[in-house]
């Protein structure tokens, strides 16, 4: 079974332009999240879809940011205008149902660099 | 003040040794409790579940206290590939059941 990807693995995008990040959860799996880490600090929640619509949304930072799964397969976070503290590593989950018993598989990441 | 809290370390481990480290939760209406592996620059790796009778997987022991909000993990026998940061991470605490609330994890080097 393919896990989790995403794409791109690294992006390097100057102060104001736009980036878009794309995840491919595993085939089937309704819950797909997505998760921030700013250097030196912890992992932290952006948003959880529930096939394509939106479940919970409180992490994502502002309006800048805007994420979309269109059909419920794959998602999208794009990041517009982008600012130097949107910098850090970009990671998408995914789970076959949104319960505790159930383990949330994460994609390798999109290290996004801001200058 | 963080929602999870734990020791940055790092922790030096002679191989075969044992280590142990926790993590304390803010949040007593947390419901779930996990213990993740993190390699250098790759993605976080379930290593196992929390229970709150405490639990053991090989060399791996994870404890609860619901009390006093905190979480253990043991490593006994430490090896080499056990080098990696740990991160603890609580759940369900909010509406949204799948929300994971990661500390910001504890390094530990084995050393041969």
């Known amino acids: 079974e393919a896990g989790v990807t995403q794409f791109p693995s690294h992006s390097v995008i100057e102060k104001g332009q736009t980036v878009t990040l794309r995840c491919d959860p595993i085939?089937?799996?309704?819950?797909l999240y997505w998760y921030r880490r700013v250097m030196g600090k912890e992992i932290k929640f952006l948003l959880h879809f529930v096939k394509e619509s939106k479940q919970d949304e409180s992490g994502m930072p502002n309006n800048r940011f805007l994420a979309e799964r269109t059909g419920g397969t794959y998602s999208t976070l794009k990041v517009q205008p982008a600012e130097l503290e949107d910098s850090g590593v970009y990671f998408c989950a995914s789970a076959r149902q949104d319960r505790a018993t159930y383990e949330q598989y994460f994609g390798p990441g999109t290290r996004l660099t801001v200058t | 003040r963080k929602e999870v809290e734990q020791d940055p370390g790092p922790f030096n481990v002679p191989e075969g040794a044992t280590v142990a480290f926790n993590c304390t939760y803010s949040n007593s209406a947390s419901q779930s409790f996990f213990w993740y592996r993190q390699d250098c620059r790759k993605e976080p790796k379930l290593l196992m579940s929390?229970?709150?009778s405490g639990n053991e997987d090989g060399r791996f022991t994870a404890q609860l206290n619901r009390a006093s909000q905190y979480i253990s993990l043991l490593i006994r026998d430490s090896k080499l590939s056990d080098s990696a940061t740990y991160l603890c991470v609580v759940k369900g605490a909010t509406d949204s059941w799948g929300k994971l609330q990661f500390g910001a994890g504890t390094q530990v080097v084995v050393t041969p």
């Open positions: 085939s089937g799996h309704d819950n």
């Open positions: 929390v229970y709150s």
